[in-house]
């Protein structure tokens, strides 16, 4: 009897071409879902975003965290089995070194998915924003064992003002007591153990405090973020750093980004308008709508995303067998075929 006739009706099922691509097309169906649904978010944010039951079937499925559902990782396991039995078959029948590019091929689809399982549930991603001269615990962010803190945060100017670069001094701190300082510049990560840090923004933190019915409230926020007076009304005070204010012109513009003529607006906000405006200068205290606001002094915070992803190195690995599959299956010569 053939081999064919002697296989078991499961493995030719796990083996079919069909379920692969079957299992393929719904896997980036899915994927493709997965890319256009916000991820990880709270099950309130999908009910208000979406409605109420479209939201709740979000969170039932599991489409919240897609890539990470026990039904999407089994769908990539199924996959993968059937990658592996479609291997087995080949290897049995590859008389050729053009037909072991075609093995390979296969393995490195199985070594690429699982790559992007292991990053789908594993990958950690976050982006915060640290004052000159703060410290921030990371293990609340997803990457336990680690503390960041930024030493200087300097801006390099062409010019014309332009920004020329970002440079962030930092010191990373490990639960084994390592301490690794670096600069971290834009296309120049700290890179450790996996642990990837970026330079992607900064800006202004203004510090002071404001009088909010007789109890002084401290605030040290980024320029453009303020503090809630009464929600119930949607009155909120809301502070402006402009570091070169232009006093003769009047108008909230900065002349340059350098802080030659530091000062910062206060607003009042009510239902979106502008109920009381004030400029303070540094340590001056000004009523702003009946709340006294004193402005104390300014620095700048820096934007950083942090990566730790352990499926890369994976994925990497399978894209390189990937194409040493397709030079020996497509451009291995006709003559070299047989090994005979």
């Known amino acids: 009897m053939s081999g064919n006739n002697r296989e078991r009706p499961y493995f030719a099922f796990l083996s079919s071409m069909k379920l692969g691509l079957l299992l393929l097309l719904l896997l980036g169906v899915l994927a493709s879902l997965g890319s256009f649904l916000p ?35 089994a769908l990539g396991a199924l996959l993968a089995v059937n990658i592996l039995t479609c291997s087995l078959r080949r290897i049995k029948k590859a008389p050729s070194l053009r037909s072991w590019g075609s093995v390979i091929l296969h393995l490195s689809i199985l070594v690429i998915l699982a790559g992007a399982v292991i990053s789908g549930v594993m990958a950690r991603h976050a982006y915060v ?18 503390a960041l803190r930024v030493k200087e945060f300097k801006i390099e100017y062409y010019e014309n003002f332009q920004p020329k670069q970002y440079i962030s001094s930092v010191s990373l701190k490990t639960a084994d007591g390592q301490e690794i300082e670096r600069e971290i510049q834009v296309n120049r990560p700290l890179k450790f153990k996996g ?27 980024p320029s453009g973020r303020g503090l809630d007076i009464d929600p ?32 910062l607006v206060a607003m009042l906000f009510q239902d979106q308008q502008v109920k009381a405006r004030e400029v303070l200068a540094e340590k001056e ?55 005979r």
């Open 195 to 221: 642990l990837k840090i970026y330079q992607t923004s900064y800006g202004w933190l203004a510090r002071g405090q404001a009088v909010i019915n007789g109890k002084a409230v401290p605030f040290d926020l």
């Open 129 to 146: 924003e640290i004052g000159a001269g703060d410290s921030l615990d990371l293990a609340a962010r997803g990457f336990p064992g680690y």
């Open 232 to 263: 119930g009304k949607n009155v909120r005070l809301v502070f402006f750093f402009i570091p070169d204010f232009d006093e003769q012109g009047g108008r909230l513009h900065s002349r340059s980004p350098l802080p030659n003529n530091p000062r």
């Open 285 to 339: 205290t000004k009523a702003v709508g009946g709340y006294p606001v004193t402005f104390s002094g300014y620095r700048y915070y820096t934007g950083l995303e942090i990566k730790k992803d352990p499926g890369v190195g994976i994925l990497y690995a399978g894209f390189v067998i990937l194409l040493v599959g397709l030079v020996i299956r497509y451009l291995v010569p006709e003559k070299h075929e047989r090994w």
């Open 39 to 73: 991820q990880g978010q709270p099950a309130g944010f999908y009910r208000a975003y979406y409605g109420d039951v479209p939201g709740r079937l979000i969170v039932l499925l599991s489409l919240d965290h897609l890539y990470r559902s026990w039904w999407f990782i």
